[in-house]
């Protein structure tokens, strides 16, 4: 979507389209307990499933996960699981693989709603990039600034990883972008 796109009317469907892609939304899901099965918007089929010609078919959740990572399927279905028993919301963070082996994150929100006598019979839901700020700041701020973020997010995948002997290594780096950031405040200031 371009600022300069033409308006279109008022809760039309073209507008609810524009106002979830302004607002992070990469895709929509629904779900139906009646022969689990999923239905993808072409966002979510694409992410999801790695193909966006699957967005309106009938797909078996396992299918409609396909790209989902797999060191968060567990949870993730897990989760889903519970939704689906207790009815209400559902909202999870996970990874998915990208085809180029890189890995994205989402967030999943979305509600599974009760059928008939109670049980579960139908879900709908959005995915949304929790990273898009994140992309949008580092592109405005400079290369110090993104160098930083980049060695926080370093940082936090070490911790995850548990590798102790790394973090030295990348707190001695921190430090240093800190003084340079520092260095030239105190410049800017003078």
């Known amino acids: 979507m371009t600022a300069d796109a033409p308006p279109v009317p008022f809760g039309s469907y073209q507008h609810l389209c524009r106002v979830l892609a302004a607002s992070g939304v990469v895709g929509t899901w629904s779900w139906f307990e009646n022969g689990d099965r999923c239905v993808l918007d072409a966002g979510a089929a694409s992410l999801l499933g790695g193909a966006p010609d699957l967005a309106g078919r009938s797909l078996s959740p396992h299918r409609a996960r396909a790209r989902l990572h797999p060191d968060d399927r567990e949870r993730?279905?897990?989760?889903?699981?519970?939704?689906?028993r207790s009815g209400g919301p559902f909202v999870v963070p996970y990874r998915i693989l990208l085809p180029?082996?890189?890995?994205?994150?989402?967030?999943?929100?979305?509600?599974?709603f009760r059928g008939d006598g109670g049980a579960p019979g139908h879900g709908h839901g959005l995915?949304?990039?929790?990273?898009?700020?994140?992309?949008e700041e580092a592109g405005a701020a400079g290369p110090l600034e993104q160098a930083a973020a980049q060695a926080i997010a370093c940082r936090r995948s070490i911790d995850r990883l548990g590798a102790t002997a790394l973090?030295?290594?990348i707190d001695r780096l921190l430090l240093r972008i800190a003084q340079?950031?520092?260095?030239?405040?105190?410049s800017f200031l003078h």
Not at 76 to 84: G, K, N
Not at 100 to 112: E, Q, Y
């Open 127 to 135: 995915l949304l990039d929790p990273g898009e700020s994140d992309r």
């Open 167 to 169: 973090r030295p290594v």
């Open 100 to 112: 180029d082996g890189g890995v994205r994150a989402l967030l999943d929100r979305g509600r599974i």
């Open 180 to 186: 340079e950031m520092v260095r030239r405040e105190r």
């Open 76 to 84: 993730v279905l897990a989760r889903f699981t519970e939704a689906c």
